[in-house]
């Protein structure tokens, strides 16, 4: 029986991967921050399936025991302070997690166990500002935001961890990724929560900042496969994961509202506070070296996605959850 060593179990991300590395028969040792209340409804239901380790990637002695514990074949980085906006607000804490934390696990491998194979979770926001479109592996970073800074720190320590002790560490490069997991402040799972919560009648509007953002969005079920087949590969390599197919937040919208009948110009106010210092305008990804070297793809369209969200949403708080 393999085992994997899970950081960000509780994220959108972990919860799938999780279930992912479970069918495939892993063990799964999973770190988890203490918290005096437990954020536990995205793994609720195979929590007793995953054995937890206390630490926080900022602690380097509990990620050395973690790994003295787990004795991982592979493990996957997901912590991070991840949301985007907020590493304005908390630039050194974002980095001391989402940079130096890459190190801190790195060196917690290579002390205890390293031969374990390693995947970071890289970000398309180290493209940032446009360079060339679509992006692909070979494109110049440009990050935009403290958050796009740490990632690109993570990707490159990555890589010389790689280079400097022969370790079979990757990076996977995802572009954005959605589900009914997402976390609340992102503007996807805001969209569909405030197109529920308005339909039903309980909300009026909905507050947005920059509607002309383009991203390129996905279903975050596929692509912790991506995760998973980047760490069965003869040899580690970085790998853009994207759809292809970029959207604007007005997009979202318009199909978000459409679905239950309504239409977004009627609800969405702009507030300017919730426009960042520095925007990433246009993200569209080139996957062809993952859909050629892993056999990746996906399997949920925009479309879909947008749907699925808000059918989630109304599921949710008509279940008064
Ligand atoms: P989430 O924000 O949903 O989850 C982040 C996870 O990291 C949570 O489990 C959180 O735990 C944990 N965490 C945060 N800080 C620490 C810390 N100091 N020590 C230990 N654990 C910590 O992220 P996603 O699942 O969306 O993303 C997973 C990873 O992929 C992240 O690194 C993200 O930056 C990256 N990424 C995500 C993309 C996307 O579109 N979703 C695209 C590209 C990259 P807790 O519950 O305790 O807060
Ligand atoms: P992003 O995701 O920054 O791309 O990072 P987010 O959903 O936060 O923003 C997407 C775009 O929407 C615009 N926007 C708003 N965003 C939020 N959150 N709230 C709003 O009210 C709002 N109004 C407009 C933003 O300006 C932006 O252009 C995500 C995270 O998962 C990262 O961790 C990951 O690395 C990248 O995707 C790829």
Redesign the pocket.
């Known amino acids: 029986m393999k085992k994997a060593f899970i950081?960000?179990?509780?994220?959108?991300?972990?919860s799938y991967l999780a279930e992912l590395l479970l069918s495939e028969g892993y063990e799964i040792y999973a770190?988890?921050?203490r918290?005096s209340v437990q954020?536990n409804e995205n793994i609720e239901h195979i929590m007793s399936r995953i054995k937890f380790i206390s630490g926080?990637?900022?602690d380097l002695p509990s990620l050395i025991e973690a790994i003295k514990i787990a004795k991982p074949d592979e493990v996957y980085n997901?912590?991070?302070?991840?949301?985007v906006g907020e590493s304005w607000v908390q630039p050194i804490y974002t980095s001391q997690?989402?940079a130096l934390?890459v190190t801190n696990l790195l060196e917690a491998i290579r002390l205890v166990k390293p031969d374990a194979r390693f995947y970071q979770?890289?970000?398309?926001e180290m493209f940032g500002k446009v360079v060339e479109i679509p992006q692909t592996e070979k494109t110049p970073f440009y990050p935009r935001s403290p958050y796009g800074v740490s990632?690109l720190y993570g990707h490159w320590i990555t890589i010389n961890y790689r280079e400097s002790f022969n370790m079979y560490t990757c990076s996977g490069i995802?572009?954005?990724?959605?589900s009914p997991r997402?976390?609340h402040e992102f503007v996807t799972r805001k969209i569909a929560n405030a197109v529920a919560k308005i339909k039903l009648g309980i909300q009026k509007d909905l507050p947005l900042g920059n509607l002309d953002a383009k991203r390129d969005w996905g279903f975050?079920g596929d692509y912790v496969k991506a995760m998973w087949l980047m760490l069965q590969q003869d040899k580690p390599e970085d790998y853009v994961i994207a759809t292809g197919e970029t959207h604007s937040v007005k997009e979202f919208l318009s199909v978000a509202f459409r679905h239950v009948g309504l239409n977004w110009e009627d609800y969405v106010v702009i507030d300017p506070t919730l426009y960042r210092p520095a925007e990433v305008n246009l993200l569209l990804g080139d996957c062809k070296k993952a859909k050629q070297e892993l056999g990746w793809q996906t399997t949920v369209s925009f479309e879909q996605l947008v749907e699925m969200m808000v059918e989630s949403e109304l599921r949710k708080i008509e279940g008064g959850s």
Do not use: C, P, Y
């Open positions: 950081t960000g179990i509780t994220g959108q991300d972990g770190l988890r921050r918290s954020k926080d990637l900022m997901l912590a991070a302070q991840s949301f997690v989402t934390g979770a890289s970000s398309s990632k995802l572009f954005n990724h959605e997402r976390g975050a």
